[in-house]
DNA sequence: CAAACATGTTTGCGATACAAACATGATTCG
DNA sequence: CGAATCATGTTTGTATCGCAAACATGTTTG
């Protein structure tokens, strides 16, 4: 079987391209950890969707959570993973490369 | 009515945010045109869906579309559009923004 | 004239993002 | 005390959308 070369575009991670996962990994990567209001000022995304969308970048390994109790009310701290910011700077690498910011 | 501002992100414009898309707006962005088949190589598109991603891009007035034959051949050409490129520039700025890349 | 080539278009289906409804417990009010 | 409100998330229903595969149309070749 010969080795072929076949020059493919770097395929965007989808996980992280959808704009409202974009925003919580690029915020994520900003700062040590962020509970889940914080998250959604920050993305302006509806506690439905932000629950959904970190629910999917946990599920991969890109996000760990910790769930406490301050004052007698639930409240869920949110960080990324090694993984998270190797996927992440994947991801601006492939993104620049795609639209030619090489 | 109070004029409340609210500072909400800037939201991608999904027509181009789209990976497909987005590679085609990248390339029309660089070249002064571009058959079908070219942007086919460049893009690793399948055919279908290089006409159907062409399409919606027209159809909002991105690109342009200049059909003709040549040898008797079918021959489809693409120029993205002022407008096109002008709501490139705001995707890359809006992008950038959004990952902090400001 | 049948088969293969060239250039696109149309269609059917599976995945997914979003808004809205639901859940659960604490606190406040009348 | 019982009802309403707040705080923090989760679950669900629907409508959209991207993709692969099938189809369309005409040309060249054997």
Redesign the interface.
């Known amino acids: 079987m010969k080795n072929v070369t076949v020059k493919?575009?770097p395929?965007?991670n989808?996980l992280i391209?959808e704009?409202a996962r974009?925003?919580i990994m690029?915020t994520l990567?900003?700062v040590v950890a962020a509970d889940f209001m914080f998250l959604a000022g920050?993305?302006?995304l509806t506690r439905g969707n932000l629950s959904t969308h970190l629910n999917k970048l946990v599920d991969a390994g890109y996000v760990s959570e910790t769930k406490e109790f301050v004052n007698q009310k639930p409240r869920s701290e949110y960080r990324i993973t090694p993984e998270g910011r190797a996927a992440y700077q994947q991801y601006?690498a492939d993104?620049a490369r795609?639209?030619?910011?090489k």
Request: a neutral charge; charged letters at 20%; hydrophobic letters at 45%.
């Open positions: 493919k575009p395929e965007l989808l391209h704009p974009l925003s690029a990567a900003e920050i993305t302006s601006l993104w795609l639209t030619g910011r």
